[in-house]
């Protein structure tokens, strides 16, 4: 679909769009709404952590396709715009396979942005609020460059996540590719996979079965949660944002709850007979994170819009169909 503007140049309305990871959480959100704002819309995944199941409701869409691919290996496809959001995000997830996620990360950011390179694509890098490790400023700005621990059990992820990014603003300064860096803070909301040991869905599916809920070190350190509609806004706008926007972008809910709070929050809104149990702090756990988004609310005009106790209402209401409903017996297996 094309549009003729004023000047005359063409401006495409319906653009091809590749989303990586696109069977995974935020990716499945993200196909959704690109789908609804009229793109043609080419998922891969390799289902590491992905589910078909994710975006079944996706596979009759006339615009929509699905390929398996894992992005440590180079992909052909002619696209204008791609979002990278292939890796695992949870602690749990990519430490399970430290070396598969440093790959993932960083041939798969090679291998993309080989293709935007190619095909003259904007290329949009889902990077993460874990380059600043664990933050000595606070809130976390853009300009600032992190502590981060090289050699620690995290950082497979957020040292991958940090070369990500130096590959994505050396093919933008050595080959004028146009890229878009986001950096994502924690973000939840219906279809994140109920094993991941991600914190709110620990929480969640704790409470729905009453049992302890598993608050790691004094339950002090704290967190800023966005609904998963909030931050795939965002990263659309991002996308949309004139070229020379390139980032990198915080993008996250600036609301800073500790552990503790969020675990009284769910207990309140499970109405669960759960208890609070102590656990070791796992290592180089951030302290505290929450990010300052005045570079996206003056260049992007985005702000979250769901507060936390919406936003974890309609979690626990999607956790808890899925448990009605018997779902996730696929859970330890292939994740398809
Ligand atoms: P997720 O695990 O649900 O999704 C990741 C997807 O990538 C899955 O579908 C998985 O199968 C796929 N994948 C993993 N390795 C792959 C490979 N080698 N090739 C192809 N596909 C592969 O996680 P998510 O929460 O949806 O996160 C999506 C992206 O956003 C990730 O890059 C993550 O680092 C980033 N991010 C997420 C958050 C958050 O709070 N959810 C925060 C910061 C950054
Ligand atoms: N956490 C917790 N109990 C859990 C899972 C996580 O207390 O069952 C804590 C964890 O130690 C961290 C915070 O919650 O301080 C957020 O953890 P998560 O794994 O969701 O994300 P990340 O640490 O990557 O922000």
């Not at 609804?36 to 994710?54: E, I, Q």
């Not at 059990?153 to 130096?166: F, I, N």
């Not at 620990?202 to 729905?208: K, R, S």
């Amino acid at each position: 679909m094309t549009t003729i503007q004023g000047d005359g140049s063409v401006l495409k309305t319906r653009r091809r769009v590749l989303v990586t990871g696109g069977a995974g959480f935020l990716g499945s959100h993200l196909c959704e709404q690109l789908l609804a704002a009229g793109h043609d819309v080419l998922c891969a995944d390799n289902f590491y952590t992905g589910s078909k199941d994710n975006i079944s409701h996706l596979l009759d869409h006339r615009f929509f396709e699905l390929i398996r691919h894992d992005v440590t290996f180079p992909l052909y496809v002619e696209v204008d715009e791609v979002f990278n959001l292939a890796c695992p995000a949870s602690p749990v997830h990519y430490q399970h396979n430290p070396v598969q996620t440093v790959k993932t990360s960083v041939h798969g950011a090679i291998n993309m942005l080989g293709l935007a390179k190619r095909v003259g694509a904007r290329i949009l890098q889902a990077s993460t609020s874990e380059v600043y490790g664990d933050p000595e400023v606070h809130p976390q700005r853009e300009d600032y460059w992190g502590h981060t621990n090289p050699i620690g059990l995290r950082a497979c992820y957020d040292e991958g996540k940090r070369c990500a990014e130096t590959l994505f603003f050396d093919y933008h300064r050595q080959h004028q590719v146009p890229i878009k860096v986001a950096r994502i803070f924690n973000t939840y909301g219906p279809r994140m996979h109920p094993n991941d040991g991600r914190v709110v869905s620990n929480f969640i599916m704790q409470a729905l079965r009453n049992e302890d809920i598993t608050l790691y070190g004094d339950g002090s350190q704290t967190r800023s949660f966005c609904f998963v509609s909030d931050l795939i806004r965002g990263l659309m706008a991002l996308m949309e944002s004139p070229r020379e926007l390139i980032g990198p972008v915080n993008l996250g809910n600036p609301h800073e709850f500790t552990i503790r709070e969020l675990a009284a929050l769910v207990i309140e809104l499970t109405g669960s007979r759960s208890k609070l149990a102590y656990r070791p702090l796992p290592s180089d756990d951030p302290r505290q994170r929450c990010p300052d988004i005045s570079l996206a609310r003056s260049a992007l005009n985005w702000d979250p819009l769901i507060p936390l106790r919406e936003g974890l209402t309609q979690t626990i209401a999607y956790f808890d169909s899925m448990l009605g409903k018997g779902g996730w017996a696929r859970i330890g297996n292939t994740g398809e």
